[in-house]
């Protein structure tokens, strides 16, 4: 893909160049046919109406570098929000795909030791309890240990 983009001065001296060529190949008398161009001429002013000077010369190559550019954007784009979207994913599904792989081998080795469907189910509620236990402890020593920064700041402000 050539995304390269000539300037008027840069095509003028292509031009040239090609006109070069070709009359030293016509002077050698090999010349077969004159080089396919890219470039559109400018739209003539009294043609187009409303307007006053005749506008740049169209180029092709602008013209698809511009498409190019713009389906590249729009790519990079797609590409961080999926990227957002699969760090989001891992950061949700790794902890809960751990969690139901804990709970299935805390029910599998339930089973293995003899317990029967209920046992198993109350295993997995007193489990359960435990979890809820453990986290109203974290809460409260987090409530608490919010609580004594608070007063420790106030203490510091009413000394100053």
Known sequence: ???F???????????????QRLMEMQMQGVANQAPVQNVVPAAVPAAVPGCESAPE????????YAQELAFDKHR?????WAQRLRTLAMI??????????????????CILNG???NEVL???AA??????????????????????????????????
């Open 122 to 124: 109350q295993h997995l």
């Open 115 to 117: 317990a029967s469907p």
């Open 5 to 19: 983009l000539e300037t008027p001065q840069q095509q003028a001296e292509r031009m040239l160049r090609q006109q």
């Open 76 to 80: 990079a784009r797609r590409r961080r």
């Open 127 to 160: 489990l359960g309890q435990r979890l809820d236990d453990v986290i109203t402890t974290i809460r409260a020593g987090w409530e608490s240990l919010r609580f004594s920064v608070r007063g420790s700041k106030r203490n510091l402000s009413a000394r100053q």
């Open 1 to 3: 893909m050539d995304l």
């Open 92 to 109: 949700v599904l790794i902890p809960l795909g751990l969690a139901a792989i804990f709970l299935a081998s805390y029910a599998l080795t």
């Open 57 to 64: 010369a169209y180029s092709v190559q602008q013209d698809s």
